[in-house]
């Protein structure tokens, strides 16, 4: 119980989310690290606390289907819990999975550190391939643009 409280703290240290959003963000990394996988029925079977395993399903349903990734946020909280220093290295990777009959194309920026591209700003692109790559990446909006309000 210690290992959670200590990443609950590091968290409301580095990020501006309310206490809730906090609690439940530990649970879920805990629970990807101990089950070490996506599974939402395994995830919700690892997860602490006193709530039936149903609970914690929708819950990470609930929040997988509504939350909105804080780009921004997260990518300083991971530099900062790095102590990556500047100037930064970073890298640019397209890469295509397919699922079954679905193709997964996928944009991401990763921070270099110590020869590891860390994960920091990803977009599922809409359509295989990579002729329209940054015209898409371009046209999303910045978190500090004047319209996301950031």
Do not use: C
């Not at 580095?14 to 939402?40: D, E, G, S």
């Not at 599922?124 to 996301?148: D, F, M, R, Y």
């Amino acid at each position: 119980m210690t290992d959670i409280r200590s990443l609950e703290q590091t968290l409301l240290e580095n990020l501006p989310w309310n206490k809730a959003r906090i609690k439940f963000v530990a649970r879920f990394l805990l629970a990807l690290y101990t089950v070490q996988t996506v599974n939402l029925s395994l995830l919700a079977n690892a997860f602490s606390g006193s709530a039936q395993v149903e609970s914690n399903y929708k819950r990470l349903q609930r929040f997988l289907r509504q939350f909105e990734m804080p780009y921004a946020e997260l990518a300083e909280f991971v530099v900062r819990m790095l102590g990556v220093p500047r100037p930064y290295t970073l890298a640019l990777d397209r890469t295509n999975w397919k699922v079954g009959v679905v193709d997964l194309n996928i944009l991401m920026l990763s921070i270099v550190y110590r020869g590891i591209g860390v994960p920091v700003v990803w977009l599922v692109l809409p359509k295989a391939g990579n002729s329209e790559v940054l015209l898409i990446w371009h046209s999303k909006p910045s978190p500090n643009s004047p319209t996301t309000g950031g």
